[in-house]
Nanobody, 123 residues
Framework: QVQLVESGGGLVQAGGSLRLSCVAS????????MGWFRQAPGKEREFVAA????????DYADSVKGRFTISRDNAKNTVYLQMNSLKPEDTAVYYCASRTNYVSRREVDFGSWGQGTQVTVSS
């Protein structure tokens, strides 16, 4: 399994931006599809965005489409989530996850998870 470590979370005002990073261990990162999920207090974890192993295909939850951008740098074993026009409802712990097959929105399809990074958006 790949080990994942997220960073880049923090406190930001509504309308601001943050970029999350997720660094993966191992030499096979380029063969994994990657996803970002989030969990707000008292709510279920939900899909945010995903990217194919080569970066050619991306998928976004409707709630973040047009505001968030997922990307990856396979040379750096890193996947990013650029978050713009942040809203208080984006407040959550954000997790990255990997899977050895195609892009998916289903949490159960992802086998490795990071520990999460907190994003707090103030109004």
């Amino acid at each position: 399994q790949v080990q994942l470590v997220e960073s880049g979370g923090g406190l930001v005002q509504a309308g601001g931006s943050l970029r999350l990073s997720c660094v993966a261990s191992g030499r096979t990162f380029s063969s994994y599809a990657m996803g970002w999920f989030r969990q707000a207090p008292g709510k279920e974890r939900e899909f945010v965005a995903a990217i194919s192993y080569g970066g050619g295909r991306t998928d976004y939850a409707d709630s973040v489409k047009g505001r968030f951008t997922i990307s990856r740098d396979n040379a750096k074993n890193t996947v990013y989530l650029q978050m713009n026009s942040l809203k208080p409802e984006d407040t959550a712990v954000y997790y990255c996850a990997s899977r050895t097959n195609y892009v998916s929105r289903r949490e159960v399809d992802f086998g490795s998870w990071g520990q999460g990074t907190q994003v707090t958006v103030s109004s």
